[in-house]
């Protein structure tokens, strides 16, 4: 008997834990067209070096966006919060897909993507992060997609710079 009132606080925290995993899923996007070919919008994303002139978003700190590669940015979420970020290159396909993954296994972990679709009168470019973990039911990623809105415009506004 006291075996068993030792398994009731184990057996209930496992079975919050996983809970809290599988509801621990969210999604930030951010979409807009641009006036551009998919190769020009792809070619201002891939520029990391010229970030500073134009993205008060994303930041990059070190690295290089090739599959494999770590990239460490400064995220600045708004005018009050910037935070560190690591992520890895998982997927690139020119002109399409640029896709980042980081954050803490199980914790809250993030899958980024940068999506470009050709359409008539320009480029769709969709801004997707999703977050899993057992801390995503906690947090509140709209600050986060409001500054995917604001990098979406900052974009829009390069490209348009450079080409036209």
Do not use: C
Not at 9 to 14: A, E, G, I, K, Y
Not at 38 to 44: D, I, L, T
Not at 80 to 91: A, G
């Amino acid at each position: 008997m006291i075996f068993s009132k030792w398994l009731i606080l184990p057996v209930f925290v496992f079975l919050i834990l996983i809970l809290l995993w599988a509801l621990g899923r969210k999604s930030v996007v951010s979409e807009i067209m641009i006036p551009a070919s998919s190769s020009e919008v792809w070619s201002v994303i891939m520029d990391t070096g010229s970030y500073s002139q134009w993205n008060t978003v994303m930041t990059v700190l070190d690295g290089e966006l090739e599959v494999g590669a770590k990239v460490k940015y400064r995220f600045h979420q708004d005018s009050e919060n910037s935070y560190e970020i690591t992520s890895t290159v998982k997927q690139v396909l020119e002109n399409e897909l640029l896709n980042q993954g980081g954050g803490t296994t199980g914790i809250l972990t993030f899958d980024h993507k940068y999506v470009l679709e050709p359409v008539v009168g320009g480029t769709k470019v969709t801004i997707h992060e999703l977050y899993r973990g057992i801390a995503v039911p906690f947090w509140n990623p709209k600050p986060v997609e409001l500054a995917y809105d604001r990098l979406s415009q900052k974009l829009k506004a390069r490209v348009i710079e450079v080409y036209q």
